[in-house]
């Protein structure tokens, strides 16, 4: 029997800048690709233009996409967000969240996110896999994704599990049992796009030095499709 293709709605909360839009697919897209192992269509919501789902349950699988906001930040869209991730939690809908959208699940689920002392994050980065939860299979030996971060969750939700961490990023990866999963790191982001990006942003936005220092690390390992094939696996039997 073939299984019955799944609904994600992505929440669009961030865009490529302008200078990379024609080499560059949306968020969305990176989303989708990422997650391609999903036997599954895909409808975009742009909440930056208040495009805002009316229903949990208009979809079996919600995204939360990265950002260059903060979730602390007073912008109109982000407490309606909030209030809709709650809402999911409530409806037994299932989600996951990228960076932003990792901070904001944890920040709408009572935790608290704040700009780091330590500074940025860039880069591929390794994580440590902890308290990997049974329902995603047999854990990954670690987690290697791109990140491109300057805040981070400092306090975790009552109910969640931290799943990945390193030194400088101690919450790295959140597991909410029968609700959600997110990556402080970004899954979607493949080298080319993160390289380019971090170019861009070389000069007021980000210190050479440091832009210098995330290019070197583009041609290690990452393991995003790993991440997909898992999750895929959940769902298919969720």
């Known amino acids: 029997m073939t299984a019955s293709k799944l609904t994600v709605g992505i929440l669009e909360t961030g865009r490529r800048p302008d200078a990379l839009w024609e080499s560059f697919s949306d968020y969305p897209t990176m989303?989708?690709?990422?997650?391609?192992p999903l036997?599954?269509?895909?409808?975009?919501?742009?909440?930056?233009?208040?495009?805002?789902?009316?229903?949990?349950?208009?979809?079996?699988?919600?995204?939360?996409?990265?950002?260059?906001?903060?979730?602390?930040?007073?912008?109109?869209?982000?407490?309606?967000?909030?209030?809709?991730?709650?809402?999911?939690?409530?409806?037994?809908?299932?989600?996951?969240?990228?960076?932003f959208g990792h901070q904001l699940i944890a920040?709408?689920?009572?935790?608290?996110?704040?700009?780091?002392?330590?500074?940025?994050?860039?880069?591929?980065?390794?994580?440590a896999v902890v308290d990997w939860p049974k329902a995603l299979g047999t854990p990954p030996a670690q987690i290697s994704l791109q990140a491109y971060h300057q805040d981070q969750v400092e306090?975790?939700?009552?109910?969640?599990?931290?799943?990945?961490?390193?030194?400088?990023?101690?919450v790295a990866g959140l597991w909410y049992p029968g609700f959600a999963i997110s990556f402080q790191g970004h899954?979607?982001?493949?080298?080319?796009?993160?390289?380019?990006l971090l170019n861009h942003r070389r000069g007021p936005g980000l210190d050479p030095a440091m832009v210098d220092a995330a290019q070197t690390?583009?041609?290690?390992?990452?393991?995003?499709?790993?991440?997909?094939?898992?999750?895929?696996?959940?769902?298919?039997?969720?």
């Open 155 to 170: 306090r975790v939700p009552a109910g969640a599990h931290v799943i990945a961490r390193s030194a400088f990023c101690p």
């Open 187 to 196: 899954p979607e982001f493949r080298s080319d796009y993160a390289s380019a």
């Open 31 to 36: 989303v989708a690709d990422w997650l391609s």
């Open 39 to 99: 036997n599954a269509t895909y409808r975009p919501y742009a909440i930056l233009d208040g495009e805002l789902p009316d229903d949990p349950l208009a979809c079996d699988l919600w995204v939360i996409t990265g950002s260059k906001f903060g979730v602390y930040e007073a912008h109109d869209w982000i407490e309606p967000l909030e209030i809709f991730i709650r809402a999911c939690q409530q409806a037994r809908r299932k989600m996951i969240g990228i960076c």
């Open 217 to 238: 690390t583009m041609g290690r390992a990452i393991n995003p499709d790993e991440l997909a094939e898992k999750i895929a696996r959940h769902f298919a039997v969720s």
């Open 107 to 127: 920040q709408a689920m009572g935790g608290e996110v704040r700009k780091s002392d330590k500074g940025w994050s860039l880069g591929v980065q390794d994580y």
